[in-house]
């Protein structure tokens, strides 16, 4: 599945706290407001993602890079959002997902969009029902009209501007949107479109009454973004993971068992047997340090922002990189960061982190982020495997490349004590 983000427009509104700054790029939390939707659709396993910009095109591309793909909208300031969609036409191959660059929401918002399947669009049914909000008129669990000169009687709440459409959806979408630009509407919001299609195609309806979200379109918007909803993302999200805590004791405990019993099964054979020993590889001209934990000693590669760590690897093989964040002398709460993996200067994937704190590790100067790891599979031939933070709540970070080498043991042996 593919998805669009719509980022041309201006966001004159925003003046006094953008200071003329793309709303895409409002920081929040730290990060610029995309980066929060991109992490939304990474997780729910949507695929490629274009961006289509025009304010200050360069701005949104230099903070994003190649992480997605980008359509420029260069007549912004003649046409209106239905325009930019309409631009997409030829990009969006199939199902994707289609969102506003200056919306906030709780990606579970979108889990529940995508599980439902088909066609969809989240509403707000506590929402209110004012001249500039998208109203919804909602039967049966379907969209049946939307705009913002739907009348408040018929109004069921607000939509969010995120919504998802099937193969069939997205090809009466993008017909209804080429019928109306063909017809001189270059002005029109992408929901004239939507509301054209629903006509033709059942969209349902998710109600997302009670989760956090918020559209940004005025200062104030933006102070509830910052003080208000993204809080309770977070807190949602900490939940989330107590909750998940608690049920993996059990799993752990049915886990651990298994594994005794099959290594009883299977102890006969250990005096024979192939295993992968992970060979590390000393990045060029990066500076090395060594960790101190309480199991003792590892080395590590220190990377900063704009300066990736580059270690030249023989193909075809995987390759395994172990990340840690390294965040400021006192930091308690999570940090967060991305990173890019390329193979001869060319990116080839990258993914958003979270990283916790392990006070136990010790390194002069910073505080270390719990491990993360990545997998990348190198072609036939030598190339140069770059790792690259490309953005984050800290500016340094450190990593271990290693790839396998198939090695027949016929002893025991022990290990170097790295993990």
């Not at 006192?330 to 982190?353: A, L, M, N, Q």
Request: aromatic share 8%.
């Amino acid at each position: 599945m593919q998805a669009v983000i719509l980022a041309a427009g201006y966001g004159s509104r925003l003046e006094r706290v953008s200071g003329g700054m793309p709303k895409c790029l409002l920081p929040i939390g730290g990060r610029p407001l995309v980066e929060h939707q991109l992490e939304a659709l990474h997780d729910a396993g949507v695929g490629k993602v274009l961006v289509v910009v025009g304010y200050k095109a360069d701005e949104v591309k230099k903070t994003l890079g190649n992480r997605v793909e980008y359509i420029e909208n260069t007549k912004y300031n003649e046409t209106n959002s239905l325009y930019s969609l309409w631009m997409a036409r030829d990009w969006v191959k199939g199902p994707f997902v289609l969102l506003n660059c200056d919306l906030l929401f709780d990606p579970e918002i979108l889990d529940r969009l995508l599980t439902k399947g088909g066609n969809g669009l989240a509403f707000d049914s506590t929402s209110s029902k004012g001249k500039e909000q998208t109203k919804v008129a909602v039967s049966e669990g379907k969209v049946i009209d939307l705009g913002k000169d739907l009348a408040p009687e018929l109004s069921r709440g607000e939509s969010l501007g995120l919504l998802c459409f099937d193969a069939q959806g997205t090809h009466s979408l993008f017909s209804r949107a080429n019928a109306l630009i063909m017809s001189g509407a270059v002005n029109s919001w992408v929901i004239e479109g939507v509301r054209s299609a629903c006509t033709e195609v059942e969209i349902k309806a998710l109600n997302v009454a009670g989760m956090p979200w918020t559209e940004i379109d005025f200062p104030n918007d933006y102070e509830r973004a910052r003080k208000v909803v993204l809080p309770a993302i977070e807190k949602g999200h900490w939940k989330r993971s107590v909750n998940w805590k608690r049920t993996k004791y059990l799993l752990g405990a049915i886990v651990i068992a298994v594994i005794l019993v099959l290594g009883l099964f299977l102890g006969s054979y250990s005096a024979k047997k192939e295993k992968v020993s992970w060979t590390k590889e000393s990045p060029i001209g990066a500076k090395k340090v060594r960790l101190h934990l309480p199991t003792g000693m590892q080395k590590w590669w220190v990377g900063t922002k704009g300066d990736s760590l580059k270690v030249p690897i023989e193909g075809p093989t995987i390759v395994r990189i172990d990340l840690r964040l390294l965040m400021t002398e006192g930091t308690v709460e999570p940090g967060r960061y991305v990173i890019e993996v390329g193979i001869d200067e060319k990116p080839v994937t990258w993914k958003s982190f979270k990283s916790t704190p392990e006070h136990e590790i010790t390194l002069a100067g910073a505080v270390v982020g719990d491990r993360d790891r990545m997998k990348v599979e190198v072609p036939e031939g030598s190339h140069l495997v770059t790792v690259a933070l490309i953005a984050g709540s800290a500016d340094r970070f450190l990593g271990r490349v290693s790839y396998p080498e198939p090695v027949t043991v016929y002893k025991p042996g022990k290990g170097d004590g790295e993990n």
